[in-house]
C-alpha cells in the first residue's frame, strides 16, 4: 500500500501495515488534524492576522489572557515544589496511610473537572467549612477572586510533577548520596547540589504538562472563579462567551492567542530542559 | 542500601549519639514533610470530596436518590453511558493502531505523528469543542448542509462525540506505545515464521502482551470521556434531555441552586472516579512490570 508508492517505511514481513497506518492517519485526520487546520485556517485566511490581534488588543480580552497564565504559571510552580517533595515524601519515607495517599494523587485525574468545581466552590465559598474560616480569620475571600482561581488549578496540575518526578527518586543510587555525604556535605548540601539536579529535567515535564493543563482548564475554574469581566473571567471563558454571542471570530482570534502563547511557553520549557540535560550531562 | 564499615564501627558510633543514615534526612523534618504533605492534600484533595458527599446527603439518602430518577438527570445518565460506549471503543481501536503503526514498522515522520497524537493534551477543551463548531457549525455551508438533511453535529450527539474523542485521544496510544516499544517484535516475528497469520499473531501474541496495558488507558480513557465538561460543554447546546451529559447537568442544577440534584449526580461521578482509581492501583500493583505507567522504575 503506502509503502509502494513511496519510500515512506523500511521493508519488513510484519502484517498489518496498511491498516494499522490507514486507522490511525485517518482517525488521526479526522479528530486532530482537519479540525485544527480549519481553526488556523478560519483565523489567518478567513479573518486576518490584523483582525485577530485587533481582537485580543482590548483590554477585557487581554485581562481575561493575562489571568488564564498567570494564574496557570502560580499554580505550576506550586506544585512544582510541592510535587517534587510529595515525591520524595512518598518513595523514600515509610508511614501509615502511604498507599491510600499515592492512589489519591491521581484523584485529579480521574475526578471530572466540573465536580471538582463544585465542590471546591463548596468548601472555599465565604459560607463554606474553609472559606468561612480564612475570612473571619484573615479576612481574605478565596473562593469568587484570583485566589479561587489559583485553588482549582492546583488541584488540577497536582498529579503531574509527582508522577514524572517519582519513578526518578526511585532511581536514584544512594552510593551517589553517600558519596557526597562522605565528601563532608551536610544533609541540605546534598540535597541540593546532588538530588535536586538529577531530578530537574522530570521535575521541569511535570512542571510543563501541569502548566499546559492549567492554561487551558475550564470545568473546575468556572464555579469556584466568580467570572467577573477584567477580574476573574480566564480566556476558555471568554471563548464561550463569544460563541455564544455567535461572534465566531472573535472566538477563533482569542483561541489561536492562547495556543500560541502555549506553544511558546512549552518550546521555552523545552529549552530549558535541553540545557538541564546539558549540564547534567557535563557534570 | 546502607553499608557500613563493620557491626562494631557501627555499635561505637551509636553508644556516642544516636545514629542517623548519612542518607536520611533528621526525624523531626521527616515527620514535618510528612505532615505537611497530609494537610496540603487534606485541604486540596480530600475535604472537596468529603463535600460532595455530604451536600448530596444534607436532606437525606431518599431525596439525594429521588433527584437522579428525574427524567432529565436519566436522560444525562443514558447519554453519558452512551458517549462512553462509543468514543472508548473507537479509542481503544485508534490506539492499538497507532501503537501497532509506531512500534512495528520504521518509517519516516514518526515522531511528529507522535507529537500530533499527544496535541489534544495540550489544548484547552474549549478550544477542542471550539474546532468542531467551526467544522461543522450553524455558520458554515457544511453545517448548515447537514442540519438541512436531518444529521446534526453540532448541538447534536454526534458533535459530544467527536469533541470527547478529540479530548481522549492520547489515552490508550500513549499508554500502548511505550509498552510495545519495549516488548519488540521478536515474539510477533517468531509467530509469522512459525506459519501464523497477521491476525492470529495479533490476537494470541501481541494481544496477551498489551492487555493491562490496553486495559489501563482505556480505564483512564472512560474516566475522561465520563467526565469531560468545557469541550462538551461548547458543542452540545445544552438542550435538556437530547444533548446534556452528567457533567453539565451538575452545572445545569448548580446555577438553578438545585444542590442536593448537582451535588448527588457529582457524587455518581465521584464514585466512578473511585473505582477507576480502585482498579487503577489494582493493576498498577499486580501488573507493574506490563504497564507503561510503571515501568519505567
Known sequence: MASRSFNLKAPTPMPGWGLSFGIMLTMLSVVVLIPMAVL???????????????????????????????????????????????????????????????????????????????????????????GSFIVQNFGIRVAY???????????????????????????????????????????????????????????????????????????????????????????????????????????VAIAIAMLAISFALLLAINLIQIWSRRRMGAV | MISLPSPTGRAAQASRRPFRSATTEPLVIKWTLIGLCFSVLTVLLFAPLIAIFDEALRRGWAFALASLSEPDAQSAIRLTLLVAAITVPLNAIFGIAAAWAITKFDWRGKAWVITLIDLPFSISPVVAGLLFVLMFGSNTALGVWLVANGFPIVFAVPGILLATLFITFPFVAREL???????????????????????????????????????YGVLLCNARAMGEFGAVAVVSGKIRGQTTTMPLMIEMFYNEYLSVAAFTMAGVLALLAFV????????????ADQLAATHRH
Do not use: C
Not at chain 1, 490581534?53 to 502560580?74: E, G, H, K, T, Y
Not at chain 2, 477507576?276 to 501488573?287: A, G, I, M, N
Open chain 1, 40 to 130: 488556523l485556517w478560519r483565523g489567518f485566511v478567513g479573518f486576518g492576522a490584523a483582525e485577530m490581534w485587533a481582537v485580543i488588543n482590548r483590554p477585557r480580552v487581554w485581562n481575561a489572557l493575562q489571568l488564564s497564565f498567570r494564574a496557570a504559571l502560580v499554580a505550576s510552580l506550586f506544585n512544582l515544589v510541592f510535587g517534587v517533595l510529595l515525591a520524595w515524601v512518598l518513595v523514600r519515607y515509610r508511614f501509615p496511610g502511604k498507599r491510600i495517599i499515592d492512589a489519591a494523587v491521581d484523584l485529579p485525574f480521574a475526578l471530572p473537572t466540573a465536580v471538582a468545581g463544585i465542590a471546591l466552590t463548596a468548601i472555599y465559598a465565604p459560607n463554606g467549612v474553609f
Open chain 2, 177 to 215: 506505545i511505550p509498552v510495545m516499544l519495549e516488548q519488540g517484535r521478536a515474539e510477533e516475528e517468531a509467530a509469522l515464521t512459525l506459519g501464523a497469520s497477521g491476525w492470529r499473531t495479533f490476537v494470541t501474541v501481541t494481544l496477551p502482551n498489551i492487555r493491562w496495558a490496553l486495559l
Open chain 1, 145 to 251: 477572586t484570583e485566589l479561587g482561581i489559583w485553588i482549582a488549578l492546583i488541584f488540577v496540575g497536582l498529579p503531574f510533577v509527582v508522577r514524572t518526578v517519582q519513578p526518578v527518586i526511585e532511581e536514584i543510587d544512594r552510593e551517589t548520596e553517600e558519596a557526597s555525604a562522605t565528601l563532608g556535605a551536610s544533609r541540605l548540601r546534598t540535597l541540593t547540589h546532588v538530588v535536586l539536579p538529577m531530578l530537574a529535567p522530570a521535575a521541569l515535564t511535570g512542571f510543563a504538562l501541569a502548566l499546559a493543563r492549567s492554561v487551558g482548564e475550564y470545568g473546575s475554574v468556572i464555579f469556584i472563579a466568580g467570572n467577573l469581566p477584567n477580574v476573574t473571567e480566564i480566556a476558555p471563558l471568554l471563548i464561550v462567551i463569544r460563541l455564544e454571542e455567535f461572534d465566531y471570530d472573535g472566538a
Open chain 2, 276 to 287: 477507576t482509581l480502585t482498579l487503577k492501583s489494582v493493576l498498577e500493583w499486580r501488573y
